[in-house]
């Protein structure tokens, strides 16, 4: 509980600074947030008090009062100064406390708003500093089957260990990014154009086999508020669907060559070539009445999952829906063929939780969500996640 107090003071001390030092409150909110916390904790205010006078016994905190007459009792952290941290070794070291043991990966993207690392070989170099010194503060843990990076753990108390890990360890979704996210992005254009035809041919019926994908399709077209943004439409067919199904609809896809073969195929939809996360608001108007991804998160490491739905959600209106349709999983699926074409792939398979998580960090309600088997013989064999978000009115 003392780690997570102190990464939860050292969190909020950069992020909230006008709001700090914290009351126990504040302390016991910041403890027992959903996102960017792991685990997720159910801490009380007894609990906390006892963690918080043991922590200002060892000189850990401290207690500060504010208000005119004094009359409200605060918490500021002293483990900063107490260890000579750097600002970039305070960011590594918050993270860790809050969410153990993990991948310069990242780390890099989960520091972002603490401190902003210039690339992935800087979080290395940091960590490696903070291991070196003469009293190490984190190590690197061995690497286990099915993941690409170490991860990290720090050194201020008891931590995930190889003895406590799962017996089938989840995978570093994050080792897609390995080379960068432009080089996974360049990639990926360049693998969906050389298949976007073959994909139209294998792909461009599959609806027809599937009900439910029909019928959440459908209620999108007809309840969506406004406009609907089809996000990684690929060759279209899914956007056609939901153009006949009544929705005003635009189709959006990172590749230029999926974009004409759209265009080509349903002449009389709109498509644009674009990258989701950086998704505009309609020409027509203020905001997207909805928004559906289906299957277009499936090339994105756990960590930009956030960041991609939040930037989805900011052009998306009030009473507004996200529809995800995802690969549901705990693997990474790398192939060099698709469609008969040589291409360097890697296809996230997502933590559900991991995803309703980073729905919750984009400041969206998870309305509904469905969990189903694949199809035998129709699909990959994979769960199939789909989620229901709705930006609040």
Wanted: aromatic share 6%.
């Amino acid at each position: 509980m003392d780690q997570r107090i102190l990464g939860a003071l050292m969190e909020k001390q950069r992020t909230v600074p006008g709001s700090y030092p914290l009351s126990l409150n504040a302390v016991r909110t910041a403890c027992n947030q959903t996102s960017n916390r792991d685990p997720v904790t159910d801490y009380t205010d007894h609990d906390l008090e006892t963690q918080l006078q043991d922590l200002k016994h060892r000189e850990l905190i401290k207690v500060v009062w504010t208000g005119r007459p004094a009359r409200t009792l605060k918490y500021h952290q002293l483990l900063t100064d107490r260890l000579g941290l750097a600002p970039d070794e305070a960011a590594i070291l918050t993270v860790l406390l809050l969410r153990g043991a993990q991948a310069p990966g990242e780390l890099k993207t989960r520091t972002e708003r603490l401190h902003p690392f210039g690339d992935r070989g800087a979080v290395e170099d940091c960590l490696h500093q903070l291991a070196g010194r003469s009293v190490p503060l984190v190590r690197q843990l061995d690497r286990k089957v099915g993941q690409h990076d170490h991860r990290w753990v720090h050194l201020l108390g008891s931590s995930e260990s190889e003895e406590s890990a799962p017996a089938t360890p989840a995978p570093d979704r994050d080792s897609v990014l390995a080379g960068g996210a432009a080089a996974r992005d360049a990639r990926v254009i360049e693998a969906y154009d050389a298949v976007a035809e073959a994909y139209l041919a294998q792909f461009g019926g599959e609806l027809d086999h599937k009900p439910f994908d029909r019928w959440l399709l459908r209620r999108i077209a007809t309840q969506a508020p406004g406009p609907v943004a089809d996000v990684g439409c690929g060759p279209g067919h899914t956007t056609h669907w939901l153009a006949t199904a009544g929705a005003d609809v635009t189709g959006f896809d990172l590749s230029p060559q999926m974009v004409a073969t759209a265009q080509a195929a349903y002449p009389e939809v709109t498509f644009r070539t674009g990258d989701l996360t950086k998704l505009l608001r309609p020409p027509t108007a203020a905001a997207w009445g909805a928004i559906t991804a289906w299957y277009a998160l499936v090339h994105l490491a756990e960590s930009e999952l956030s960041t991609a739905l939040t930037s989805l959600a900011r052009v998306l209106a009030p009473g507004g829906w996200l529809v995800l349709a995802l690969h549901a999983g705990n693997e990474i699926r790398h192939t060099d063929e698709l469609l008969g074409h040589p291409v360097n792939l890697d296809f996230v398979l997502h933590n559900p939780n991991a995803v309703l998580r980073a729905v919750g960090e984009a400041g969206l309600e998870t309305v509904e969500r469905y969990v189903r088997g694949p199809q035998a013989g129709l699909e990959v064999a994979t769960d199939r996640l789909y989620v229901m978000a709705r930006k609040p009115a």
